[in-house]
């Protein structure tokens, strides 16, 4: 006969304290992963359109760390923005999955930058921003046409009306996020907050 396991109340309290433990452990090399993403230097010669680059590391749905030659630097992704919420809302699960898709929208084809200018600007924490492109395909609105990112509308910027187009298909055929009803509010929500700061 089998022996039922018993579980005490300090079985049960060490079981708690381990897993407390390794969710800290977790969260700890998390953060410092992004952080010393975060610290590269920023690029110091034009980046030009059509220019190859080299992917170093995905920061998160919207952000990543690329090399060129032997210039680190960060970029992020003009016209989208992956939303992101804290605890285990809709848009935290949601959070991880976007990333997930831009890493594996990268995995494929030769990536280069496209601007829309001549050269890609840079914002104040010192990133590169413009469109990453894999092969002939716009990452960025391939993930906006899937619900795997939303159209970033503080700003204007180029290719806006096409990312729009995109992101209204998504969500008019539930892709993505767009399937999740908490999900829709929270980033209609945002759409509000981004459309009441650009006409500040």
């Known amino acids: 006969m ?15 304290v381990g897993l407390l433990t390794a969710c800290g452990l977790y969260f700890t090399v998390e953060v410092v992963r992004y952080q010393s993403a975060r610290r590269v230097a920023p690029t110091q010669a ?13 920061i998160d749905g919207d952000e990543l760390t690329a ?35 831009l890493r594996g929208a990268l ?8 601007f829309d200018g001549e050269t890609g600007g840079v914002d104040r924490h010192g990133r590169v921003l413009g469109y990453v492109m894999a092969g002939r395909l716009d990452v960025g609105a391939a993930l906006v046409k899937r619900g795997a990112l939303v159209a970033y509308t503080a700003y204007p910027f180029g290719r806006e009306a096409a990312y729009l187009a995109a992101e209204a298909e998504a969500r008019a055929q539930g892709r993505g996020l767009w399937a999740d009803p908490q999900a829709v509010a929270q980033v209609d929500a945002l759409k509000l907050a981004w459309a009441s700061q650009r006409s500040e």
């Open 67 to 101: 090399r060129r030659g032997d210039e680190a630097f960060v970029l992020r992704l003009l016209g989208v923005k992956c939303p992101m919420g804290d605890g285990d809302g809709a848009l935290a699960v949601h959070g991880r999955t976007c990333r997930d898709a």
């Open 2 to 16: 089998s022996r039922r396991f018993d579980l005490t109340p300090t079985t049960a309290f060490w079981a708690f």
């Open 107 to 114: 995995a494929s084809g030769t990536l280069t930058l496209d």
């Open 46 to 58: 034009p980046l030009r359109a059509g220019e190859p680059i080299e992917l170093v590391t995905v």
